[in-house]
């Protein structure tokens, strides 16, 4: 595991690696493209999956943004004993619907056999939470945490339709970064509550700007973060402002709240 600068985690950890999305904005797959990628010789599975058994001296990131499972990871957690929260698969989707279920229970047996942690999961595919649960695959522990990314009103829509379906039980987040669009969160229908301010039914919410040197970077205006909070409050639902928003809303302004301190 590393540390990490991400405000809302201690560690961050990639037993799995690499996406098929093709997300702009991509900090991830900067990083990885960063490294020489196929440094190794390989047989890939179907699909273009790589599984690597040991670490490589050569580059983290062996087979590029390819997704990989580094099964040498999986005891990481373990050797962590004072407890933290874990952000797991930074540099990844592991719900992405390329991910073979084998990976995804290989990573919840990890989480598993170190409960001393939380973990936080985040996908831009919902859907796959839901399949999941269904096949009574999807952990419910309390230090587990589902989340999803909305950066638009269209992923937003399809984050409520999402989450509206998984079970009460189920520890749930969104996060909006970087947002790139006013996001209509108040007056929208709920599978689950019907009729309500916020469309969340969501434990948390985060919201982070664009980051990078882009020349399309999307830089959000303030009113758009005071909608999301205030129907946020409406809900109390907790909110957490990634320090990508401190040049728009105001340090005095921030919100650093975490769902399990209250």
């Known amino acids: 595991m590393n540390k990490t600068k991400i405000e809302w985690c201690n560690f961050t950890w990639n037993p799995v690696t690499g996406c098929l999305h093709t997300c702009e904005y991509c900090y991830a797959r900067r990083i990885a493209n960063r490294f020489d990628a196929k440094a190794i ?33 999986l005891d990481e957690p373990q050797k962590q004993t004072k407890p933290c929260t874990i952000f797991v698969c930074s540099m990844a989707d592991l719900f992405g619907e390329w991910v073979p279920d084998e990976w995804i229970e290989a990573v919840f047996a ?3 056999k170190a409960p001393q942690h939380r973990y936080l999961f985040l996908t ?17 522990s309390n230090n587990m945490w ?7 009103n269209e992923q937003f829509s399809k984050a409520v339709n999402s989450f509206g379906k998984l079970s009460s039980k189920t520890k749930t987040f969104l996060s909006v970064e970087p947002i790139l669009e006013n996001i209509n969160a ?6 689950k509550k019907g009729f309500c301010a916020l469309a969340f039914i969501f434990g948390w919410v985060i919201i982070g700007a664009e980051t990078g040197n882009s020349k ?15 129907a946020a409050d409406e809900t109390e639902i907790p909110v957490f402002m990634k320090d990508s928003l401190i040049p728009i809303v105001g340090e005095e302004n ?4 975490f769902p399990w301190e209250r």
Not at 127 to 138: H, S, T, V
Not at 186 to 191: A, D, I, L, M, N
Request: aromatic fraction near 10%; proline fraction near 11%; charge should be positive.
């Open 124 to 140: 831009k595919n919902p859907q796959r939470y839901i399949e999941l649960e269904r096949r009574f695959m999807l952990p419910h």
């Open 254 to 257: 921030m919100r650093r709240e």
């Open 110 to 112: 990890a989480c598993k």
């Open 186 to 191: 108040v007056g929208v229908r709920t599978p």
């Open 41 to 73: 010789d390989g047989n890939p599975l179907p699909g273009g999956l790589h599984i690597l058994e040991d670490k490589l001296k050569s580059t983290p990131f062996p087979f590029g943004f390819e997704p990989a499972l580094h099964r040498y990871r």
């Open 216 to 230: 399309n970077k999307v830089i959000p205006e303030k009113a758009w973060i005071d909608s999301i909070c205030n």
């Open 146 to 152: 589902y989340g999803t990314t909305a950066t638009n």
